[in-house]
């Protein structure tokens, strides 16, 4: 059974940093197609976004980001211990929203933002950036 557990949200101030950390338990990537994982989030009455993805362990990695966050945010990935990171800097106002991490077994290449391609999520992490 696959598991995420996202951790390291908190409240910061606009341009501050925090780091995500989101542990993978039960995931396996096949040996034979990328594999892909993702930040996304949601904030208050918005939808759902896409904020960076990441393939990996053949193939790359291939690092897709969102407009908004590029050059701000870094996503990677210790394959060995199976944690997905997310390096968020500058950290702006709107940036204000729960952050999930998600899983895909197997993902087209360059990795995609949108939530249908991905099969697992976690719980969230609320991140909270006072102006």
């Known amino acids: 059974q696959v598991q995420l557990v996202e951790s390291g949200g908190g409240s910061v101030q606009a341009g501050g940093s925090l780091r995500l950390s989101c542990a993978a338990s039960?995931?396996?990537?096949?040996?034979?197609?990328?594999?892909?994982m993702a930040w996304f989030r949601q904030g208050p009455g918005l939808e759902r976004e896409g904020v960076a993805a990441?393939?990996?362990?053949?193939?790359?990695?291939?690092?897709t980001y969102a407009d908004s966050v590029k050059g701000r945010f870094t996503i990677s990935k210790d394959n060995a211990d199976n944690i997905l990171y997310l390096q968020m800097d500058s950290l702006k106002f709107e940036d204000t929203a729960m952050y999930y991490c998600?899983?895909?077994?197997?993902?087209?290449?360059?990795?995609?933002?949108?939530?249908?391609?991905?099969?697992?999520w976690g719980q969230g992490t609320q991140v909270t950036v006072s102006s």
């Open positions: 998600a899983a895909a077994s197997g993902c087209a290449l360059p990795p995609p933002l949108g939530g249908q391609h991905y099969r697992y």
């Open positions: 039960g995931y396996s990537p096949s040996g034979y197609s990328p594999s892909c």
């Open positions: 990441i393939s990996g362990p053949i193939s790359g990695p291939w690092i």
